[in-house]
Nanobody, 129 residues
Framework: QVQLVESGGGLVQSGGSLRLSCAAS????????IGWFRQDPGMEREGVSC???????????DYADSVKGRFTISKDNVKNPVYLQMNSLKPEDTAVYYC???????????????????WGQGTQVTVSS
């Protein structure tokens, strides 16, 4: 069973940075998508960034327009977590951030939540103005 654990959230001032981590266990295949999503209360879950990963190599990434140039998704190797480096944070980035994975997928990852089968519990990010 795939399990995902997010960490790294917190309170930061506008313009600051945070790095979120998503540690996965129980992934038995060598190719998968991992995505980062966020959700405010009363709002739909929004795709932030995603990564297509295959045999230890990242071969595709995507970002929501709202975070392009500010956020960077990365995964160094098979054992390391997936990171979301968030720079130049804005109050509108405040949300609970979730990571999710869909194991056994090839091609370009998607930012739609419906494409992902396994989810973490989320980590709160709060950006003060």
């Amino acid at each position: 069973q795939v399990q995902l654990v997010e960490s790294g959230g917190g309170l930061v001032q506008s313009g600051g940075s945070l790095r979120l981590s998503c540690a996965a266990s129980g992934v038995t295949m060598d190719y998968y998508f991992i995505g980062w999503f966020r959700q405010d209360p009363g709002m739909e879950r929004e795709g932030v960034s995603c990564i297509s990963y295959r045999y230890g190599t990242t071969y595709y990434t995507d970002y929501a327009d709202s975070v392009k140039g500010r956020f960077t998704i990365s995964k160094d190797n098979v054992k390391n977590p997936v990171y979301l480096q968030m720079n130049s944070l804005k109050p509108e980035d405040t949300a609970v951030y979730y990571c999710a994975t869909d194991v056994g997928r090839h091609g370009s990852c998607r930012l739609g939540p419906a494409a992902y089968a396994s989810w973490g519990q989320g980590t709160q990010v709060t950006v003060s103005s």
